[in-house]
């Protein structure tokens, strides 16, 4: 009976650690969202953005020409909340829920000194997960209209940026 109660308890536990992580959608959608209006980018306000540069073994490691990367520092225990947003989807209306998630990391990609997507690493604050994703600029008029999930993964050894959006005259997306 004891093994029983504490395989019960065990179950009821780790049933929050199998929710969906990311953000919750009405009806479930796929990892690229698309909002004419441009999605909103919380967590930058009034902070400061401070440039990164990447080195390995002590060497610095230069993006491609042109790229710049920064990212804001974040306080411990930083939250970003993200407004309910109308979205299309292939023809099919979609809602993005309105939610504060945990901020962990925030990156400003830039090419020729104008940003062009903004990576996040966020976890939601009743999930025990994290999740990133990309908020990129297609127009190149300041409005971030795709939000890409999974976003592209930061890490401290390979920092390669975002693929380029059309309207630059880099390679395109």
């Known amino acids: 009976m004891r093994s029983l109660l504490v395989a019960l308890f065990a179950v009821v536990i780790s049933l929050p650690l199998l929710a969906q992580c990311g953000f919750r959608v009405d009806p ?3 990892s ?7 999605w909103p980018t919380p967590g930058m306000d ?8 990447i080195t390995m073994d002590e060497k610095p490691q230069p993006l491609h020409e042109g790229f710049t990367v920064s990212a804001i520092a974040l306080p ?8 309910g947003t109308l979205f299309d989807e292939g023809g099919v209306h979609k809602k993005l829920r309105s939610q504060t998630m945990l ?9 020729n000194g ?7 690493q966020l976890a939601p604050t009743d999930v025990a997960c994290s999740f990133t994703m990309d908020l990129i600029d297609d127009r ?18 390979r920092m390669d940026p975002p ?11």
Do not use: C, M
């Not at 690229?32 to 441009?38: A, D, L, M, Q, V």
């Not at 009034?46 to 540069?53: A, D, G, H, L, S």
């Not at 411990?76 to 407004?83: E, I």
């Not at 901020?103 to 090419?111: D, E, G, I, P, T």
């Open 28 to 30: 479930v959608a796929e």
């Open 32 to 38: 690229n969202w698309y909002s004419e209006e441009g």
């Open 46 to 53: 009034q902070r400061q953005w401070i440039p990164v540069n």
């Open 76 to 83: 411990h225990n930083s939250h970003a909340t993200f407004p």
């Open 103 to 111: 901020l962990f990391a925030l990156y400003r990609w830039s090419f």
């Open 114 to 120: 104008k940003p062009y997507a903004y990576s996040y």
């Open 140 to 157: 190149g008029d300041g409005k971030f209209r795709k939000l890409t999930l999974p976003g592209h993964v930061v890490l401290p050894r």
């Open 163 to 173: 693929p380029l959006p059309k309207w630059t005259s880099g390679p395109a997306a």
